[in-house]
């Protein structure tokens, strides 16, 4: 019941405009630069080197909510375009993960898809690749869209589908090939559209996870859940899947030893890197997420 409460807070917080924008003067506050790597780029190309160093791979995803002029898209496209830039100059191992939306998506699509080229275009220049996020069910379909159209232009770039909807197991049947990262899903969505059972979800992962894999396309599987994590390494094993046809991908901050313990173990290891002043709305949701992230946020305000 308190953990249902405290989410709902939490989720209002990460959705309301006036809060998000007071605390951009802020700076990170209560703990959050447990989870985000620092209001600008210079700090998360730190902390690129500072994994790197560990063995585990980044991928960096500026970030920003609330888009709704075109100036604001446009401004989030050269952060993005500079993101890569950055991480070509200090030649560390990180690609990108952007949102749509931030592009500029519910204003034009049109709009949307030149700011993704614009992107993509960088991204190939630097020899790197971009991963769209998938946003709530909303978003979806257009989302499937632009990524099968701009995969007629572009080999790097690839998009997240996401196991709790009810369509995943046809979608990933369709972007057989297409470099996919698989997750259980974030949003809360629908009866109509998600399976709203822990255990549905669960199986329906293993299942896309496995499909993907066995199609033989390559698979990021971003999860913290070692029971997960460890049915996929059994799996890979008993199908004979080479380790190079896929990754674990984890968020930042989180299951640090884990994602240690996985490259020791010689996997190829991701850490999904949030950076920005426009942190506190994945703040907000990593804690309505998770009740225990909350001692984050108390450590973080008894220190600061
Ligand atoms: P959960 O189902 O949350 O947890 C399962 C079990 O794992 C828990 O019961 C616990 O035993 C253990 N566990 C989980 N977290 C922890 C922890 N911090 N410490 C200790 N034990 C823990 N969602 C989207 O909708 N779109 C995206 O584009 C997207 N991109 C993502 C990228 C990355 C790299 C990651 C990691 C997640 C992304 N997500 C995205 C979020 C994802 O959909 C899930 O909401 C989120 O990862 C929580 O689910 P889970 O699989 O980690 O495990």
Known sequence: MLAKVSKNIFLYASQNKALNT??????????????????????????????NEKGLLCTLDHLGEFVS???????????????????????VNSNLSVKMTQLGLDIDRDFCVQNMHRILDTAKYHNNFVRIDME?????????????????????????????????????????????????????ESSKVAYQEKEKVDENYMRIIEEHLLSGSYTAIATHDHHIISKVKDFVQKNEINRDQFEFQMLYGFRTEM??????????????????????????????????????????????
Not at 25 to 46: D, M, P, R, T, Y
Not at 69 to 91: M, Q
Not at 144 to 164: C, S
Not at 283 to 300: D, H, T, V, Y
Request: proline residues 2%; charged residues 25%.
């Open 22 to 51: 007071v605390a951009k003067k802020w700076g990170l506050k209560f703990g959050a630069s447990q989870v985000v790597a620092g209001v600008n780029i210079e700090s998360a190309i730190n902390q690129v080197q500072r994994l």
């Open 69 to 91: 002029s075109r100036e604001d898209a446009l401004e989030a496209t050269v952060c993005n375009t500079r993101t890569l830039e950055a991480i070509a100059k200090a030649g």
């Open 136 to 188: 709530d069910y909303s978003h979806c379909q257009i989302t499937l869209d632009i990524l099968k159209e701009l995969r007629e232009t572009y080999t790097n770039v690839g998009t997240v589908i996401q196991a709790y909807l009810f369509r995943a197991e046809q979608d990933v049947k369709e972007l057989k090939g297409i470099p996919l990262r698989l997750v259980k899903g974030a949003y809360k």
């Open 259 to 304: 994602q240690v313990s996985l490259v020791q173990e010689g996997y190829k290891t991701r850490v999904y890197i949030p950076f920005g002043d426009d942190w506190f709305g994945y703040f907000m949701r990593r804690l309505a997420e998770r009740p225990q992230n909350i001692s984050f946020a108390l450590r973080g305000f008894f220190l600061k």
